[in-house]
């Protein structure tokens, strides 16, 4: 398909380990971005990329969040020690490249349970 | 924290005119209103944006007032499949970060 993949759609955790969620976005998007939402609210911002650098990471709750995109393509969002709090749908979303969030396109999102 | 605000819920008849209005009245001049929906288990998708004139696509118009303070997202003939959460944003063109609040869930009755 043509739109913005992410694996797995579902994920369970146990308290403390160590999860990777991944993004593919749309071929030739160059910007890239990862919210998170919990129930009853609205999406997020997490981090923004450009290419292969992150732009804008001011949305990372915490040390524990991290997210690479090595070859300005496929992204994966990584958390370490996971805390039940994780617990949220993450999106990810892509656009065609520093158009200021217009017409980003996102994914059917990975719903991460930490017990 | 989101700069708009819209009603927390809105039922519509199928087949007829939704309607729905956002207030953001501290817009500035460089600001466009976005407009996202998301149904229920699906990531949000992009409807419409507008700077000061109206604007129309093949999913619906957006109309925003002359003093730019508040707008109306009309989806012109409702069915069962715009049941959503609709967003409202009010964003700098160039910024990169959509801050999404907690929308007005459209009901669409049969």
């Known amino acids: 398909g043509a739109g913005v993949s992410q694996t797995p759609s579902n994920k369970v955790t146990e308290k403390g380990k160590y999860v990777e969620l991944r993004c593919d976005p749309i071929?030739?998007?160059?910007?890239l971005y990862w919210y998170r939402q919990s129930l009853g609210q609205g999406p997020e911002f997490l981090i923004y990329?450009?290419?292969?650098?992150?732009?804008?990471d001011s949305g990372l709750p915490n040390d524990r969040f991290f997210a690479v995109r090595p070859e300005g393509s496929v992204s994966t969002l990584k958390i370490q020690r996971t805390e039940r709090g994780d617990s949220a749908m993450y999106l990810c979303?892509?656009?065609?490249?520093?158009?200021?969030?217009?017409?980003?396109?996102f994914g059917q999102g990975t719903r991460l349970t930490v017990v | 924290d989101a700069k708009t605000t819209q009603p927390t819920s809105m039922d519509c008849a199928e087949g007829r005119a939704a309607n729905l209005p956002c207030n953001h009245s501290?817009?500035?001049?460089?600001?466009?209103v976005y407009w996202y929906r998301q149904i229920h288990s699906q990531g949000p998708q992009y409807i419409i944006h507008?700077?000061?004139n109206n604007e129309t696509n093949e999913m619906a118009s957006l109309i925003i007032t002359e003093d730019r303070k508040s707008s109306t997202l009309i989806l012109p003939h409702a069915t069962l499949r715009d049941t959503a959460v609709y967003y409202c944003?009010?964003?700098?063109?160039?910024?990169?970060?959509?801050?999404f609040g907690t929308g007005t869930r459209l009901t669409i009755i049969p």
């Open positions: 501290t817009i500035s001049g460089n600001e466009y």
């Open positions: 979303a892509s656009s065609p490249g520093g158009t200021g969030g217009v017409e980003a396109f």
């Open positions: 990329f450009q290419g292969t650098g992150a732009a804008d």
């Open positions: 071929s030739g998007h160059t910007a």
């Open positions: 507008g700077l000061k």
């Open positions: 944003i009010e964003d700098s063109f160039g910024n990169e970060k959509l801050t």
